[in-house]
């Protein structure tokens, strides 16, 4: 069950009915019907992977009991290690084990050796990767003593399977995500409205913005060795604007309607392509995960607190784990090598957080040197997209090499039957909009309402894509 | 609740409003403003006579032009060929025919390995989905498909469902393409040759397609004087035999599957290129003439 599909469109107004209505005697009956509803918007997927879910979900609830009763560190350690182990063993499973041991067999196959790697070919469980780094949060804050344990297992259970953010996130906090779900919430109109026009913004960013682009980027992608230079360059720009409308859309539906049920989640976007500089695109983008990794992998590692090799060192494995992190592919390695190449000179400069504040624009000279600084961050980050879009490190290569010596500039007939120049005029208006609205959630709210959520439902109808129905793309992550 | 209920409620309004309005303009557009499908072509013939009036796949379109047959029969003749034309779309063509009060002397229905198929062609398919409710013939065309109450009844919904080809983009250009087909009677010639696409035709003949069955009792019915033939084939297509198969059919078929011997003439395994359409338009009114 996607968010963009009509089976959505139905699940979510029952749940919401029996939330408010039939279900709202307390705070326990409020989670159990979420759990339910979480439990059954999960195994539309795949129910057998539901015990998957169930198993993760009881692990971290005992073991986090179990470590916090605890009396001596040796102990806690054990659970904490035990647990990390377990989680961290099924996403390996799942996830990584076909790409070691193939990776393994190329590299006897480079010595000489000849080897059939042993594949399990095992379908990937979706938001197998959310739900286990939100239940590792949870023991290492246990394990830290930041939080307590949580008794509830209701509770916890809705902790973890929160059907808004199962399948893709934001990845939440126990400090932030428990305290709501442990009181009974009241109905408040302004955030369900909030949540209404949060949805239809995801909506339009997803099939308007996304859909149209993957049409263009795959038929430029697919065929790259045919393209000019101006297509290639097109069809990069335009998987970047696939996978930010596919993404930030997708987190614009979560968040949108868990403020339906009351329930705040944390923020994972904040319009990341006027970013300053690479630093700053990270502090915008998939936000939920960035903050997961400099709080549970970076300050533990020592983080900036030993010397500048300590710091250029935990900076390359923030970014070689968070690329290993979207998928078992050399290609998501080197998308997380290259940000962290693009990052290094700020880390050495001391100018990693030099862009902390609002963009202030003016008729001056530093708004043109701001604006140059966007289209530069804009590049770096296009162009390692084309790795993390590429099916493979050489194919990427290919793309890239044949974009700057191609020099050729003209309009090319693309295989999905348009022109590869077309879509830039949308992209242009959808630039302009989050442009003026970058100090917002989203851009319906504010004056006339009213007209802007009938052009975006107009947009929706008439320039979403339906035809070639495309799911989310860090489903698969 | 109640303000969320009634914010709710403006929201679903907009949505039909929306809906409606847009469902509004792109109908009109398309059916009072566009002229560019090979259906409003065969539309715009209403209450026109032809002596010859050829239908089937795109082995017509491709195949059959019409002007040939006119300057060497001296007669007037028609090509009502759509792409990847099935016996529904057929038996549809037929019917709108004569909706369409369009009359002939002739009809020539070209079938092939398609005969076994109960599926539609997609180029029908979308031509004419703007019109779904303009007669029930078209109407019925759609029964088969799963989404048929929306596709006829929601408001928009056949636009975005088919929005690669009948959205926005495509409304706006079709407002300034025009009509090919008007300019050589619906022939389409195709270029060049040598390609290496080679076709299989069916091992078997499916007796029960209901299309065929219902073609047949459509052109009895309406007492149409009617001939069945089989465009040439180039000659390594696989499973002839199923052409001698499919000649059993019938009670008249003409039989040109061998008649053009040159690959050169063929686009592909399965159409002839310009050449080889004048070639066999040229062979098709000398049998014409010969009858």
Known sequence: MFFNSLSFAIFLPIVFLLYWFVFNKNKTTQNTLLIVASYYFYSCWDWRFLFLLVFSTLLDYFSAIMMENSTTDKKRKFWLWLTIGINLGFLGIFKYYDFFAQSFADLLHGFGFQTNPVLLKLILPVGISFYTFHGLSYVIDIYYKRITAERNFVDYSLFVSYFPLLVAGPIERATHLLPQVKIKRHFNFEKAKEGVYQIIWGLVKKVVIADSCATYANAVFDNYESMNSLSLMLGAVYFAFQIYGDFSGYSDIALGTSKLFGIDLLKNFNYPYFSRDIAEFWRRWHISLSSWFRDYLYIPLGGSQGGMWMKVRNTFIIFLVSGFWHGANWTFIVWGLLNAIYFLPLLLQNKNRSNMGEIEMGWNANSLKTILNILGTFVLTTIAWIFFRAKSISEAIGYIQKMVTDFHFNTQYLNNERYNIELLLLILVFVGVEWFNRSKVEPLSGKASWVKVTLAIMALLALGVYSDYKEFIYFQF | ?291
């Open chain 2, 1 to 291: 609740m109640k303000n969320f209920f009634f914010f709710s409620l403006k929201i679903l309004f907009v949505f039909i409003s929306v809906s409606f309005l847009l469902e509004t303009i792109y109908t009109f557009l398309y059916v009072e403003k566009t002229n560019y499908s090979k259906f409003q072509f065969i539309k715009n013939q209403q209450n026109k006579k032809y002596d010859y009036i050829f239908y089937g796949s795109s082995r017509v379109v491709n195949h059959i032009d019409p002007k040939i047959i006119d300057s060497s029969l001296d007669r007037t003749s028609v090509n009502f060929g759509v792409m990847d034309a099935k016996p529904k779309d057929i038996l549809t063509l037929l019917k709108l025919s004569k909706f369409y009060n369009i009359k002939s002397d002739s009809i020539f229905i070209q079938t092939d390995y398609y005969y076994n198929s109960t599926g539609r062609s997609n180029f029908l398919y979308l031509d004419m989905l703007p019109f779904i409710n303009e007669n029930n013939i078209i109407k019925s065309y759609y029964y088969d498909e799963k989404d048929y109450l929306f596709l006829a009844y929601f408001p928009f919904y056949k636009y975005s469902k088919n929005g690669s080809k009948l959205g926005l983009r495509d409304l706006l250009a079709s407002l300034f393409r025009k009509n090919e087909f008007e300019k050589t009677n619906g022939y389409i010639p195709l270029n060049g040759s040598g390609n290496s696409w080679q076709r299989e035709l069916p091992k078997s003949v499916f007796y029960d397609n209901k299309f065929n069955k219902e073609t047949l009792l459509f052109l009895d019915a309406n007492s149409l004087n009617f001939v069945f033939f089989i465009a040439p084939l180039r000659n390594d297509t696989k499973n002839i035999s199923f052409v001698s198969k499919l000649k059993r059919q019938y009670s008249t078929f003409w039989d040109f599957s061998a008649s053009i011997s040159n690959p050169k003439m063929f686009k592909n395994g399965y159409h002839l290129n310009d050449v080889g359409a004048q070639q066999f338009s040229l062979q098709f009114s000398n049998k014409i003439k010969n009858n």
